[in-house]
Nanobody, 121 residues
Framework: VQLQAFGGGLVQAGGSLRLSCAAS????????VGWFRRAPGKEREFVAA????????SYADSVKGRFTASRDNAKNTGYLQMNSLKPEDTAVYYC???????????????WGQGTQVTVSS
């Protein structure tokens, strides 16, 4: 099982980025896709999750209204659209997948390598 997150980069405050998470898990449609981030000197924290079911995506309070998680099961890919980025969003972003996980990182068995997002002020 492999997950690969990409799409990070350097952006100015107020800008946007879209992260992608390509997964080799099968069937991808049966897996929750979670997004987490780790800022320098801080612990990893939950950002967003999309369920394999019709369950409404979940977001951390800090990103609600700015970030949108989605997925394309036909492409085995999850996405995290990040708008109105702030310097405090600077972190390494990780995607994860598991059929029974939701917002807790310990529930996820499969992780991508992370992609750096840097937001300048």
């Amino acid at each position: 099982v492999q997950l690969q997150a990409f799409g990070g980069g350097l952006v100015q405050a107020g800008g946007s980025l879209r992260l992608s998470c390509a997964a080799s898990v099968r069937p991808f449609s049966s897996y929750t896709v979670g997004w987490f981030r780790r800022a320098p000197g801080k612990e990893r924290e939950f950002v967003a999750a999309t369920s394999w079911s019709s369950r409404t995506p979940s977001y951390a309070d800090s990103v609600k209204g700015r970030f949108t998680a989605s997925r394309d099961n036909a492409k085995n890919t999850g996405y995290l659209q990040m708008n109105s980025l702030k310097p405090e969003d600077t972190a390494v972003y990780y995607c994860a997948a598991d059929p029974r996980a939701w917002v807790s990182d310990y529930e996820y068995n499969y992780w991508g390598q992370g992609t750096q997002v840097t937001v300048s002020s």
